[in-house]
């Protein structure tokens, strides 16, 4: 149909809506006419709308960039920890990723404080099981031995964990990781035997300084 034929029913419209009580013949045929075209143009309005979007969509996943893990193969960290069944014993701490998915951790404390001393060595084995752009998610276990003395008295054992934790780095801090780590641990001296949970935020989980 032309143009010319659709402004002319348009124009017949407006004569069938002032006479409408004289020419309702006209009045249907014209809206049975223009019902369809308005249906059209509807669904190609809606057409257009949904290709847009799905343009629009396309073009920004484009431009999403890859996330890569941080890999931290071959690399040896460097900082601190307070992660000890006893209490108050802040240690340094030695962290190894032999590759990009198995690290090694070793934790040393000690405090010579007069019939308040306390010793600790800890070791940790964990493995990555998730990565992401800036963060590496892993689980492990550590076992290490605890000796302090208590009004004269020394007393000695162990500490065992189980665990899950993360840790992060800031954008422009790359050498720097922060962890967060949670579990359960059991931690036995001579005159007691403790099961604890675990929720250790960075100021105890630790931060390292890879090299």
Same mark, same amino acid.
């Given at each position: 149909?032309?143009?010319?034929a659709?402004?002319?029913?348009? %124009?017949e419209?407006?004569v069938?809506? *002032?006479?409408?009580?004289?020419? @309702?013949?006209?009045?249907?045929?014209?809206?049975?006419?223009?019902?369809?075209?308005?249906?059209?143009?509807? !669904?190609?309005?809606?057409?257009?709308?949904?290709?847009?979007?799905?343009t629009?969509?396309?073009?920004?996943?484009g431009? *999403?960039?890859?996330?890569w893990?941080k890999? !931290?193969?071959?690399?040896?960290?460097?900082?601190?920890?307070? *992660?000890?069944?006893?209490?108050? &014993?802040?240690? &340094?701490?030695?962290?190894?990723?032999?590759?990009s998915?198995?690290?090694? $951790?070793?934790h040393l404390?000690?405090?010579? *404080?007069?019939?308040? @001393?306390?010793?600790g060595?800890?070791?940790? $084995?964990?493995?990555?099981?998730?990565?992401?752009?800036?963060?590496?998610?892993?689980?492990?276990?550590?076992?290490? !031995?605890?000796?302090?003395?208590?009004?004269?008295?020394?007393? @000695?054992?162990?500490?065992l964990? %189980? /665990?899950?934790?993360?840790?992060?780095?800031?954008?422009? !801090?790359?050498?720097?990781?922060w962890?967060?780590?949670?579990?359960?641990g059991?931690?036995?001296? @001579?005159?007691?035997?403790?099961?604890?949970?675990?929720?250790?935020?960075?100021l105890? $989980?630790?931060?390292?300084? /890879?090299?």
């Amino acid at each position: 149909m032309s143009k010319i034929a659709i402004e002319k029913c348009v %124009g017949e419209l407006g004569v069938c809506g *002032q006479r409408r009580g004289e020419n @309702s013949v006209c009045e249907s045929a014209t809206w049975g006419l223009l019902a369809p075209l308005r249906v059209l143009a509807f !669904l190609l309005s809606g057409r257009w709308v949904a290709v847009g979007s799905l343009t629009l969509a396309l073009a920004l996943l484009g431009r *999403q960039e890859p996330a890569w893990s941080k890999d !931290l193969s071959s690399r040896l960290g460097v900082g601190y920890a307070d *992660q000890f069944g006893v209490a108050g &014993l802040p240690s &340094l701490a030695v962290r190894y990723y032999p590759n990009s998915e198995f690290g090694i $951790a070793g934790h040393l404390g000690v405090d010579t *404080q007069k019939d308040n @001393s306390k010793f600790g060595f800890l070791a940790k $084995a964990f493995r990555v099981v998730f990565a992401e752009d800036h963060l590496n998610f892993y689980v492990g276990a550590a076992a290490g !031995l605890i000796s302090k003395e208590n009004a004269g008295r020394n007393e @000695s054992g162990f500490d065992l964990s %189980g /665990y899950f934790g993360a840790e992060f780095f800031l954008p422009g !801090l790359d050498s720097l990781g922060w962890s967060f780590e949670a579990g359960v641990g059991v931690t036995s001296l @001579s005159s007691d035997v403790r099961f604890r949970t675990i929720g250790d935020s960075p100021l105890r $989980a630790g931060m390292i300084f /890879y090299f």
